[in-house]
Structures are given as structure tokens and as C-alpha cells.
């Protein structure tokens, strides 16, 4: 059996002893064990690390792998106060569309008593209709689609990620619906061209999402190259490691083109930025973790990025 000091990441501080382990026990184990005595650091909490500066250890490996005798040291950080990832997406995704709709009612609040009877161009409907169905998709896909790899995330990032979904929408919701909207510039053919560019986006991009799901079994971590389907819109995976993110620029790029507004082409830029951001991270942990993943995808942009 095994005696292993838990200290504090970035001091060295002691935070407890554990007793009972043996090599072949996993850090999942180790956590458990650290919650037991440390009723506050649950789990999901907790980053167990194998030196003071080091990097986060996955739950699976073992303290024989890690070189760990008895007496040997691990360092925990405390991860703060976890929320759920489904409850993250819920509350992300609930708000815009509720935001958006507000503004849709025109409120005598926000516009004044005489916008409500104001007449709406066709594209104003339309482009309500596509930003609920947009959101009613990803509420969809979190209850029903996705398998996180993390069970939570650091509560605070949920303040975070409202702000910035709820904030655009108030700002992009604004503007459309405002009795002044002014309605495309090449009439018909730019409404209706966007909406069929958006749709097929919106469609490759639950694809996708559809794909991801099926590569990771349930209640597991399980990681794998994904690959085209017989969907054709999953042939994106032979140029891009993140297709999913080019379908949502894509949809968005498409809903500005019909919309003809200049807020919803900056919340385009905007998540064009951050989700190329993970692309390139996750093309990396790609070609990190697989020696047979093919070197001529790109991350998001194919051929490009």
C-alpha cells in the first residue's frame, strides 16, 4: 500500500495525506480520496498535477505510470466552484433566443408606443425565424447530441459566455427589428440566397455534430479521428479537424448577407476569431495525440487555416 502527500500547486503547500492506494490505483481514485477528506474539493474541482508548475493529469492514469512510490508527491489545484457544461449550454443558447425575440415584439420600452404598428420587411421575419431556429438546434444538440469530455466547467465562465451571447443578441436583435431597418440592397435575390447559404450551413453543421457524438461511446472519454460519413456533408472532415466550426461561420456569414446588418457581420468576426482560436487548438491536440492524422487538413478554413 501507498502513502501519498497532496500538496498545493504553485506553493507546495501541504493540503493532506492519502493512505490506502497502490500503483495500479488511477488519479480518479486519488481524487475521490481527496474529496472524502476535503468535503469542499469535490472532484470536477480539483487538477492533480505531478509537479508544483506542471500540467493537469488525465483522470485515467496510474500511479505506477507516474513513477510513484510510497511517500510520493502530487499537486492539486483548485479548479473554484463548478457548473455543469449541459447547464452551461442551456443557459447560453436559452438567452439569445429569448433576447432576440424580445426586441422582435418591438416594445414600446425600446422602440416607443408607435413601432408596433409600424410595418416589418419580410427579410425582419425571416431573419427572426433563422436565429430561432439557430438556437433551438443548440438547445436541441446539448440535450439530446453532445458528449462532453468534461462533465463541468469554472463557474465564472458562465457570466462570461452569457454576456457575450446575450450581449449580441440585444445588439444584433436591435437593429433588425428597428422600425428604420433597412432591407437588402439586391432585394429577393440576397434574402433568399442567404437563407439557402444558411440553411445548408445549419444543416452541415448538426451533421457534424452528428458525427462527433457517434466517435465517443457513451459515458466515456474515448477520442477519435474522425472521418467522412456516407452524410455528404460530412465531407468536410477530409480538409478541415473542426468542420463543425466552418458550418457555424458559414451560417452566420449567411445570415449577415440576408440580414444586410452591420452588427450581426461583427458578431460574425467576433466568433470567426474565438472559434478559429479552438480550431487551432484542437488541430494541434489532434495531431499531438494521433501519429496517423492526416497532415493536410486544416483547422477551420480549408486549404487556408
Not at 479537424?241 to 458578431?267: D, K, R
Request: aromatic share 16%; charged share 15%; proline share 6%.
Amino acid at each position: 500500500m501507498l502513502c501519498i502527500q497532496v500538496l498545493r500547486a504553485g506553493t507546495g503547500k501541504p493540503v493532506t495525506k492519502l493512505s490506502g492506494l497502490n500503483k495500479s490505483s488511477t488519479i480518479s481514485e486519488v481524487k475521490k480520496k481527496i474529496y472524502t477528506q476535503k468535503g469542499k474539493l469535490y472532484p470536477e474541482r480539483q487538477s492533480i498535477r505531478s509537479s508544483i508548475k506542471g500540467k493537469n493529469i488525465k483522470d485515467d492514469e496510474t500511479l505506477d505510470h507516474l513513477g510513484l512510490d510510497n511517500g510520493g508527491e502530487l499537486y492539486l489545484k483548485d479548479l473554484g466552484p463548478q457548473i455543469s457544461w449541459t447547464l452551461v449550454f442551456l443557459s447560453e443558447y436559452a438567452g439569445p433566443l429569448f433576447v432576440y425575440l424580445l426586441f422582435y415584439m418591438r416594445p414600446a420600452i425600446i422602440y416607443g408606443t408607435q413601432a408596433a404598428y409600424k410595418p416589418m420587411h419580410q427579410a425582419v421575419h425571416i431573419a427572426a425565424a433563422c436565429w430561432t431556429f439557430h438556437y433551438a438546434k443548440r438547445l436541441f444538440e446539448t440535450v439530446f447530441i453532445h458528449r462532453f469530455s468534461h462533465a463541468t466547467m469554472p463557474i465564472m465562465n458562465l457570466f462570461i459566455n452569457c454576456s457575450y451571447y446575450w450581449g449580441f443578441a440585444a445588439f444584433v436583435s436591435y437593429y433588425i427589428n428597428h422600425p428604420l431597418y433597412t432591407p437588402p440592397m439586391y432585394g429577393d435575390v440576397q434574402l433568399y440566397g442567404g437563407l439557402a447559404l444558411f440553411l445548408m450551413n445549419e444543416v452541415g453543421n448538426f451533421s457534424i455534430h452528428y458525427a462527433l457524438r457517434n466517435l465517443r461511446p457513451p459515458g466515456t472519454k474515448e477520442r477519435r479521428i474522425p472521418h467522412p460519413t456516407a452524410n455528404p456533408m460530412t465531407l468536410a472532415f477530409a480538409f478541415v479537424s473542426c468542420p463543425n466550426y466552418m458550418y457555424e461561420v458559414g451560417a452566420w456569414l449567411s445570415f449577415t448577407i440576408m440580414s444586410q446588418c452591420l452588427p450581426a457581420g461583427l458578431f460574425t468576426l467576433a466568433g470567426f476569431y474565438q472559434m478559429t482560436m479552438w480550431a487551432l487548438g484542437k488541430h494541434r491536440n489532434y495531431k499531438k495525440e494521433f501519429s496517423s492524422y492526416p497532415r493536410s487538413r486544416k483547422s477551420i478554413i480549408p486549404f487556408v487555416i
